[in-house]
């Protein structure tokens, strides 16, 4: 399905970003929304926070799993404007991501982090095991629910413990939604990346509502 509101032309436009990364405080339209709006408010849902703060019960742990889907949504945008590029494959590709936009720049925390996102997102675990058959290694984590500041992700060596702090993540990903955006809009003097960046938006698509039944439709750029 093409999103029948939409013109037929082939490049995004500069208000096509603006639509996919607008606050959190304006609803979503009535029908068509990119999936990047719907999945933050979410995360405010579930973690309590934002428009949703004091409204209702937490739910930490499917907050956290929508925070790491939103950063593959987000490393999927960007990856085409990347500088350096962020490599061949979803593991360098994440831990580049994250060193550029989200200030993770030790290589073992993003060794670490990319493992968390793992074992959340494909086993909804706090213990995640690297498949190399000749030394598989072991990753527990912790979450911690309480702080608010500081870094997301920490090391213990006494217990070989990561714990990772649930509100500093939240804000490192609000951080690297608008340093996503930023770039973005800074790549527009350059035609080749405006393709790239259209094809990485199209495959993603947007989501429409109709009654009880969300779908996805076919993202086609406005006409300027």
């Keep these: 399905m093409i999103c029948p509101y939409r013109g037929s032309t082939d490049i995004i436009s500069t208000g096509d970003i603006e639509r996919i990364f ?27 926070t934002g428009i ?61 982090f990319y493992q968390f996102r793992c074992g959340m997102l494909h086993d909804f675990s706090l213990i995640s095991t690297t498949l190399n058959k000749r030394s598989p290694t072991t990753w527990f984590f912790k979450l911690e629910y309480k702080t608010e500041m500081g870094d997301y992700i920490s090391y213990d060596s006494q217990t070989n413990y990561y714990t990772v702090y649930v509100f500093p993540l939240y804000k490192a ?29 199209h495959n993603t698509g947007i989501i429409y509502h109709s009654g009880d039944t969300s779908a996805c439709a076919i993202f086609v750029p406005q006409q300027p």
């Design 52 to 112: 949703y703060q004091g409204k209702g019960d937490t739910s930490i742990w499917p907050g956290i799993l929508t925070i790491l889907a939103g950063i593959d949504l987000l490393t999927t945008y960007y990856d085409p404007i990347a500088s350096p590029p962020l490599g061949a494959n979803n593991n360098e590709k994440y831990k580049g991501f994250c060193n550029q936009n989200m200030n993770l720049l030790i290589p073992q925390m993003q060794d670490a």
């Design 22 to 48: 607008k606050s959190t405080d304006i609803e979503p339209d009535e029908e068509y929304n990119f999936s990047l709006h719907q999945l933050r408010r979410d995360v405010q849902r579930c973690l309590g």
């Design 173 to 201: 990903f609000e951080t690297a939604v608008s340093s996503v955006k930023n770039k973005l809009l800074d790549s527009f003097n350059n035609s080749q990346k405006i393709t790239e960046i259209t094809n990485a938006i």
